[in-house]
T-cell receptor, first 112, second 107 residues
C-alpha cells in the first residue's frame, strides 16, 4: 500500500520568514495530494490540494509543488504569521480508490 | 448547512463496554470515512464507505465495526472497548471535510 513520509516533524520560524514542509510517497499511481492544517483541539481543515497533472498551485501565501518523477511534494508558506502555527499534514491518494494515506504531521511554530 | 457532525464530543468508557460513534453529513457526498488520531501517528483510516451500501476496511480495522445507514450517516461501533482504543476519532465526508472529532478515553 501507499506510504507517505513527512519532514520535518517540527519547524520553528520567525514571523515573516518562509516555511517549507516536504513529503514523499511510494505509490506512483497516486494522483491527488491534499494538505491539511490542524489547530490545537480542532479538526483537520483542507488548505490546498494538487493533482498529478499540475506541477504547482498557489493560493495567496501558500503554494504546493509536485515532482512526480521523484515522488515528492512540498508545502510552501511565505510571510508566515503567528496564526499559521498549527500541525500540517500531507496526504496522498489514488483518487479512484477514494482513500487517503497521511503523513505523520509537522508542527509549525511561528514566533512573533 | 452543518457540514459533518459527530456525536458524542467526549466519552469515557470502561474496558469491555461498547459504544457507537455517530457521524452525519449534509453535503450529499458518496464517500465517508472514520479515522483515529494518536500522538505522533498522524491520521489512520479505520473503515470507509465509498458509497451507500458499501463498507471497506482501512489500515486499522481490528476492534471496530461500521454501518452506512444511508447516504448521510456512517456510524462506528466499538463492541468491547480496550485501553488501546483511547484516541480522537474523526469522521470525514469525501476526501476533504472532517467532523469536529470524538475524544474517547477507555479506562
Amino acid at each position: 500500500g501507499e506510504n507517505v513520509e513527512q519532514h520535518p516533524s517540527t519547524l520553528s520560524v520567525q514571523e515573516g520568514d518562509s516555511a517549507v514542509i516536504k513529503c514523499t510517497y511510494s505509490d506512483s499511481a497516486s494522483n491527488y495530494f491534499p494538505w491539511y492544517k490542524q489547530e490545537l483541539g480542532k479538526r483537520p481543515q483542507l488548505i490546498i490540494d494538487i493533482r498529478s497533472n499540475v506541477g504547482e498551485k498557489k493560493d495567496q501565501r501558500i503554494a504546493v509543488t509536485l515532482n512526480k518523477t521523484a515522488k515528492h511534494f512540498s508545502l510552501h508558506i511565505t510571510e508566515t504569521q503567528p496564526e499559521d502555527s498549527a500541525v500540517y499534514f500531507c496526504a496522498a491518494s489514488i483518487e479512484r480508490y477514494s482513500t487517503l494515506t497521511f503523513g505523520k504531521g509537522t508542527m509549525l511554530l511561528v514566533s512573533p | 448547512n452543518a457540514g459533518v457532525t459527530q456525536t458524542p464530543k467526549f466519552q469515557v468508557l470502561k474496558t469491555g463496554q461498547s459504544m457507537t460513534l455517530q457521524c452525519a453529513q449534509d453535503m450529499n457526498h458518496n464517500s465517508m470515512y472514520w479515522y483515529r488520531q494518536d500522538p505522533g501517528m498522524g491520521l489512520r483510516l479505520i473503515y470507509y464507505s465509498a458509497s451507500e451500501g458499501t463498507t471497506d476496511k482501512g489500515e486499522v480495522p481490528n476492534g471496530y465495526n461500521v454501518s452506512r445507514l444511508n447516504k448521510r450517516e456512517f456510524s462506528l461501533r466499538l463492541e468491547s472497548a480496550a485501553p488501546s482504543q483511547t484516541s480522537v476519532y474523526f469522521c470525514a465526508s469525501s476526501l476533504k471535510y472532517f467532523g469536529p472529532g470524538t475524544r474517547l478515553l477507555v479506562l
